[in-house]
């Protein structure tokens, strides 16, 4: 048993959990457990004008309805903001980052790849994004489930906001800051954040922090081919489906289920997934039989 796993969940209040979150959740939840290490959960509420009214205690009741007991007190991102202000004024005042004044009509036709109009400009803050600089450089990692993994962060990224020009506080930045902050060790979430970590290497080594180890679960595809959620409005998580819907997780994420765990409640079937967990039966990329969909 390695204790020493930190691994956490870290939800957005933008909207209730979907069955992607769900197996995001469980595969964090069963990768920590599994080791007996510790499962810490964050809310990442750094934008409050996209937050749902009601979500955040709606996440945390489904989380204990489906038997996603965390550890310790919910990290809240809106409770961090001195910590991010110190590291934006340090970076700021160390030449790494700089203020931006581009208005979204001028950065079109770039495919969001920042062109660096502002980088030498030595803009004023008030008012302004602020921007890190990025390295002419190709950032590599391995991922427990998608394999090697390589951005060039100039080409394919270039300079990036850590503060928006209305003041609040990058995901980017946020993340890095309280996984380090947090302890965590283990990142486990979906695929759709594989081309963000990159960024997060960097600023990382950066602020001198360690890399933690990164396993990012498929995206899962209905199987028409498209991405849950893009046609498919997934529903949020009915507290009455707990059961039927670990198991239909469980099966996203390669892992065998039992006929036992049909009539067991979500803790049992939590109990029995961990002792069989294996992280690499997970695939790449999932796609939900039609029966699943319903
Ligand atoms: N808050 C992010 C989301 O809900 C997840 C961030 C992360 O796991 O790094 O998509
Ligand atoms: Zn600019």
């Keep these: 048993m390695d204790s020493r796993y930190i691994g956490r969940f870290a939800p957005t209040p933008s909207g209730l959990l979907h069955f992607g979150s769900l197996v995001a959740a469980l595969a964090s939840w069963l990768d920590a457990r599994a080791v007996g290490g510790r499962w810490l959960l964050?809310?990442?509420?750094?934008?409050?004008?996209?937050?749902?009214?009601?979500?955040?205690?709606?996440?945390l009741h489904t989380l204990e309805c489906y038997g996603?007991?965390?550890?310790?007190?919910?990290v809240v991102?809106?409770?961090r903001h001195a910590a991010y202000a110190a590291v934006v004024d340090k970076l700021f005042n160390l030449g790494l980052a700089y203020a931006c004044t581009c208005s979204r009509k001028?950065?079109?036709?770039?495919?969001?790849?920042?062109?660096?109009?502002?980088?030498?400009a030595g803009h004023a803050r008030e008012g302004a994004a602020i921007r890190l600089r990025v390295p002419e450089l190709v950032y590599r990692f391995t991922d427990r489930v998608q394999g090697s993994f390589?951005?060039?962060?100039?080409?394919?990224?270039?300079?990036?906001?850590?503060?928006?020009?209305d003041g609040l506080y990058a995901y980017q930045l946020a993340v890095v800051l309280d996984d380090a902050w947090q302890g965590v060790t283990e990142v486990v979430r979906g695929a759709d954040l594989l081309d963000n970590t990159p960024r997060q290497l960097y600023l990382q080594e950066l602020l001198g922090f360690s890399h933690p180890r990164y396993l990012h679960i498929p995206l899962i595809v209905q199987p028409d081919g498209h991405k849950l959620g893009k046609t498919y409005r997934s529903p949020a998580l009915a507290a009455d489906q707990a059961t039927a819907l670990l198991l239909r997780a469980l099966r996203a994420l390669g892992q065998a289920t039992e006929p036992a765990m049909l009539h067991a409640s979500p803790a049992e079937v939590l109990a029995i997934a961990r002792q069989h967990w294996q992280a690499?039966?997970?695939?790449?990329?999932?796609?939900?039989?039609?029966?699943d969909l319903h």
């Design 77 to 79: 991102q809106s409770e």
């Design 42 to 59: 964050r809310m990442e509420d750094t934008d409050p004008p996209r937050e749902m009214p009601g979500a955040r205690d709606a996440i």
């Design 106 to 120: 001028q950065l079109e036709g770039y495919n969001g790849v920042y062109p660096g109009f502002c980088r030498n």
């Design 280 to 291: 690499q039966a997970i695939p790449r990329q999932s796609t939900l039989a039609e029966a």
């Design 150 to 165: 390589e951005q060039h962060l100039g080409r394919e990224v270039g300079d990036f906001v850590i503060q928006r020009r």
């Design 68 to 74: 996603l007991e965390w550890d310790g007190e919910v």
